[in-house]
């Protein structure tokens, strides 16, 4: 992930910020400007629970560079109790038992070293509960 772009989203990677819309109350994360279900741009900060449920999931065998010394491993679509859905990595478990109804806890982990720069990009992912 280039520099620049990591450092626009801390606030969002760091604290688990997301979007609210007032007119429908759908919760996006990111958060948007613009409520893609009812195309309101009155959108409110609101922070997500660290808590999830796996909707579903796949096994990475074969990943890009970044991250070729930790395949295989799992990558999950997760809803959280506010309906927030977003992709994380499930770690701390076999990948092949991750599926569908799974609970986890959303920790705050090293995802990866950004090239030669040496830059340690932090963001969440998930742990079975």
């Known amino acids: 992930m280039?520099?620049?772009?990591y450092h626009r989203e801390i606030p969002a990677r760091y604290r688990l910020?997301?979007?609210?819309?007032?007119?429908?109350?759908?919760?996006?994360?990111?958060?948007?400007?613009?409520?893609?279900a009812c195309r309101s741009q009155e959108m409110e900060k609101v922070n997500?629970?660290?808590?999830?449920?796996?909707?579903?999931s796949t096994v990475i065998h074969v990943p890009p560079d970044e991250f070729l010394n930790e395949a295989p491993y799992a990558m999950a679509v997760v809803?959280?109790?506010?309906?927030?859905?977003f992709m994380t990595q499930v770690v701390d478990c076999d990948p092949a038992t991750v599926g569908p109804g799974?609970?986890?806890?959303?920790?705050?982990?090293?995802?990866?070293?950004?090239?030669?720069s040496g830059i340690l990009c932090y963001g969440h992912k998930g742990v079975p509960a």
């Not at 280039?2 to 772009?5: A, G, I, L, N």
């Not at 809803?79 to 859905?85: M, S, V």
């Open 17 to 36: 910020e997301a979007g609210k819309c007032s007119d429908c109350g759908k919760v996006l994360y990111p958060a948007r400007k613009v409520c893609p």
């Open 2 to 5: 280039p520099s620049p772009r």
């Open 48 to 56: 997500l629970s660290p808590k999830g449920t796996v909707v579903t």
């Open 102 to 116: 799974m609970e986890l806890d959303l920790e705050f982990r090293l995802i990866q070293k950004e090239g030669n």
């Open 79 to 85: 809803e959280t109790p506010e309906g927030a859905r």
